[in-house]
């Protein structure tokens, strides 16, 4: 499972992106997590299993959203209060309800 998480530069997320990779690894779930910036986004749709848009970028969610679902790529934004807490568990929880089944 790849989870992407997008933002303004892909910097802004990288410590959510550590909180997230220690929950896995806590509940022993084999995942990949990235963080890029949303400028990338064309080019990782392709390799990821489930889009998360940063809030600062949530603007950019109906363009991406018409890009991914073709592929059968779920997008969403974070949580403002999970982002701004870096409440990497509460993150991976939706990034793991938005999974096809």
């Known amino acids: 499972?790849?989870?992407?998480l997008c933002c303004a530069a892909g910097m802004?997320?990288?410590?959510?992106v550590t909180?997230?990779?220690a929950e896995a690894e806590k509940?022993?779930?084999?995942v990949r997590i990235d963080a890029v910036?949303?400028?990338?986004?064309?080019?990782?749709v392709d390799d990821a299993?489930?889009?998360l848009l940063g809030p600062q970028v949530q603007y950019e969610a109906?363009?991406?959203?018409?890009?991914?679902?073709?592929?059968g790529k779920p997008v969403a934004v974070i949580d403002m209060m999970d982002y701004g807490t870096m409440r990497g568990d509460k993150v991976l929880d939706k990034?793991?309800?938005l999974l096809p089944s």
């Open 62 to 71: 109906p363009r991406l959203t018409a890009l991914a679902a073709p592929l």
């Open 49 to 51: 299993d489930v889009i």
């Open 27 to 30: 509940r022993q779930l084999a």
């Open 19 to 21: 909180r997230m990779k």
């Open 12 to 16: 802004s997320t990288s410590m959510l």
């Open 95 to 97: 990034a793991l309800t």
């Open 37 to 44: 910036p949303v400028a990338e986004f064309e080019s990782i």
């Open 1 to 4: 499972m790849h989870i992407v």
